[in-house]
C-alpha cells in the first residue's frame, strides 16, 4: 500500500492488484461507516487506486493507513444480483478456442465464476467484474467494434463486464442479458456497485 498526496486534501493509494484494492475499498467504507475514518467525501476505487478526496489532513490518514491491517474479502462479503444471460455472443467460439474448451463449457466456467464489482467506469452503470481465474484472462480484440449493443457480456484481461448501453468496445462479446444496468429512473439507478457480488445465470434459451 503506497499512499500518494494529491494535492491540499486527497490521497492516492496505490495497491498491488485488484484484490487488494477491493479489501482497502471495504475497509474504507467499514472504517466510514463505524465513524473511525475522517471525513472524507469521495471513496473511488480503480484498478490498482483508491482515490479518497475531501480529506482535511491527508498527511496524517496516511500516516496511520501504514499501520492498517486490511482483511481480505470473503466470498460473502458484500450484496449479491443475479443476471440471467443468453450465451449467444459473436466471440464465443473465438474464446473457447483461447481457452481450450468447447464452445458449450462457456457458460458453465462464466456461471460457476464469483465476480465481484472491482470498480465503476467508462460509462455510467458500468462494472468491472474480477474473480476470472488467471488462465481464463483474455486479450482485447484487435480491431474493436464500433457499436456493442447495450446488454452485451463481454470479457478482456482479468474483467468481465456488461455493457449498459450500446457504444464502442474491444472486449470478447459472450452473451446478452436483458437485465438493465443503468436505469435512472430507479434509485440506485447503476445495479453495480464497488463491492457487489455477481452471478451470471445461464438461461439457456437463445434470442
Not at 499501520?67 to 460473502?76: G, N, S
Amino acid at each position: 500500500m503506497r499512499p500518494l498526496r494529491m494535492g491540499a486534501h486527497a490521497l492516492l493509494i496505490e495497491l498491488g492488484s485488484a484484490e487488494e484494492v477491493e479489501a482497502l475499498h471495504a475497509e474504507l467504507l467499514r472504517r466510514r461507516g463505524a465513524g473511525t475514518l475522517p471525513a472524507v467525501r469521495d471513496i473511488v476505487p480503480a484498478a490498482r487506486t483508491v482515490l479518497l478526496d475531501g480529506l482535511d489532513r491527508p498527511g496524517a490518514l496516511a500516516e496511520e493507513m501504514a499501520h492498517w491491517d486490511v482483511p481480505p474479502l470473503t466470498a460473502a462479503d458484500g450484496p449479491e444480483v443475479s443476471i440471467p444471460v443468453r450465451y449467444d455472443g459473436p466471440d464465443l467460439a473465438e474464446v473457447a478456442s483461447l481457452w481450450g474448451v468447447a464452445p458449450a463449457d462457456i457458460p458453465g466456467i462464466v456461471s460457476g465464476t464469483a465476480f465481484r464489482v472491482a470498480f465503476c467506469g467508462f460509462a455510467p452503470g458500468f462494472g468491472y467484474l474480477t474473480g476470472l481465474p488467471a488462465r481464463f484472462r483474455l486479450p482485447r480484440r484487435a480491431t474493436p467494434r464500433t457499436a456493442v449493443p447495450a446488454g452485451t457480456l463481454a470479457l478482456a484481461g482479468e474483467f468481465a463486464g456488461v455493457y449498459p448501453r450500446s457504444s464502442p468496445g474491444g472486449w470478447q462479446l459472450i452473451g446478452s442479458t436483458d437485465t438493465a444496468l443503468w436505469d435512472p429512473s430507479r434509485e440506485p439507478a447503476a445495479l453495480f456497485s464497488p463491492g457487489t457480488r455477481v452471478r451470471f445465470i445461464n438461461t439457456g434459451a437463445a434470442r
